[in-house]
């Protein structure tokens, strides 16, 4: 599996000119090494040649054994020891990576990832290095997840699930946000999760309006709906689900909204399948809410790619129009926000398949309406 990875990421270094790919401890390094680090203060980066041959790693040298017993991959080591600093080993290992020229070509790296201590690593080690980014080459690598992957994900989406409906049947009126929001966290590590995969929102009554609600000693009131936002961390990967609940009978209009929401999640999903594009989903969803006539209610876009972070690749957005392939990860989210008043969101985890898409979060997504 590791293999075909580093195989997949030589090729896409060739495809864009780049001599090699530098990586520092994140979700890249351990997507193609295994390895997980700490972000330390001390200088640890993996070279990965454009020509296939073997990653060089400068790394503390006190990290040395860990590392050489838990890697996937085989790769050359050059360790450094504090009393020496990182610079000679860094120039061994580049040299040893990429030759003692770059030939006209730039490093990869990761911009969103690559902090100041490690590009001035890079340069100290080879003066007049020239860098590009290669944060999209990685994503759009990490995009599509195999058959291993997608069996963890869909762990991690039954164990928040789980959690996840322990929490609702707990629910009742007096009980405040951050109660519940303790709960909610507290039932997905019970239920299997190594913890949460974001902190979760819990979002009641007029607070539901706001997508990114902080969470508040707000106590529940009978008429309320409850949006919950979770998801759970599972062996590197992770889940992000949303429900939307009544305590209580809810008001003619906020069955309506939540019926709106309900059809264009649906929508969404129905239009998910091979060659689609983030666009064409997000369309879908959109359709259904502005025919309904909350249009400018629904204020961001359908979905986001998910994997070993909580946003990858692709964006379900206007403007997203790469076709999806097969192994695609990511969530169909539609929501109605009004202000002051309610709000409705309905979030489920997808995959696209080899003729459709499938969900890997299967919870009612009926209104369930919580006796207050
Ligand atoms: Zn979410
Ligand atoms: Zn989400």
Redesign the pocket.
Known sequence: METSRLDRVTAALHGRGMAGLALMPDANLTYLTGLTFHHGKRLTLAIFPADGSQPCFIIPALERTRAEASSSIPMRYFPWADADGPVEAARAAMEAALGPALRGMPLGVEYTALRVMELRGLEAAMPGIEVADATDLLAELRMAKDADELAIMEQAARIVEAGLARAIGQIRVGMTERQLSKIVSEEIVAAGGEGESFENIVASGPNGANPHHSNSDRAFVSGDLITIDCGARYRGYIS?TTRTVALGEPDAEARAVYDLVRRANEAGKAAARPEASGSEIDAAARQVIEAGGYGAYFIHRT??GIGMEVHELPNIVAGSDAPLVPGTTF?I?PGIYIPGRIGVRI?DDMVITADGARSLTNMSRELLVIPA
């Open positions: 992000d979905g986001h969530t989210e979030e």
